[in-house]
């Protein structure tokens, strides 16, 4: 089997079907913002545990012009109450500012696809299409009703499935190709199985699984 085609719509892959393309193309850089809330939170925490194990008052009565008003006077209890609130403030504004920011960017996110989606339709895109997918020796070629483009199979980085997609991964853009459009498994295993000989060597080394999909006759 060399070629197949079906129907698509506008932004029908859903997110997990494109973090794991991302994570093949960005490596640990996918994963920067989650590293940044743990060092965060992990910052609040220590914080709150050097207040409790450090004798901040001792600290304050240090600070060589705080010295003459050090005893037992009203100014020097308002000193240390603005001193405590300011070390407490800062910390606890950093917390509830990033709270409230993360949220709000995740909003922020699903208001720019919505957007993104309006915009391209003003502009004439279409919101379905049918897409045929054709295997040949000179690459991996697509007609998507907008677009007719061969892609040389040297630069098909990789083949992996994941949910209802295959996803050939290439360097412009990733070419998803759902898997209803099969009319049976051993169609699909056949087409991966002519994809896969097409490509590289370290092409099929990076596609693990579907090297096993397309060996696994019994699956």
Known sequence: ??????????????????????????????????????????????????????????????????????????????????????????????????????????????????YLRTTYQQRGGPMSWTKVVTLTPDGLAFDDSTTIATTKWQYVSELYGIGGYWVFLMPVEPLFLPKRWFSDEASERAFVRKALGYMTEEARARSKKAVKFAADDTA
């Not at 709150?48 to 304050?60: F, N, T």
């Not at 910390?91 to 500012?97: Q, S, W």
Request: glycine share 8%; with cysteine; net charge positive.
């Open 1 to 114: 089997m060399s070629s197949v085609s079906g129907s698509m719509q506008y932004g029908e892959v859903d997110r997990k079907v494109n973090e794991a393309t991302d994570r093949r193309l960005f490596g640990a850089h996918s994963y920067v913002w989650w590293l940044l809330a743990v060092l965060v939170v992990a910052a609040v925490f220590a914080v709150l545990w050097l207040w409790d194990h450090i004798q901040w008052y001792e600290l304050w009565d240090r600070v060589t012009w705080v010295q003459p008003w050090g005893g037992t006077r009203l100014i020097d209890k308002i000193a240390r109450g603005v001193f405590k609130l300011a070390m407490n403030g800062l910390f606890v504004a950093l917390l509830i500012g990033y709270l409230i920011a993360w949220p709000f960017a995740k909003m922020h996110t699903r208001l720019r696809r919505c």
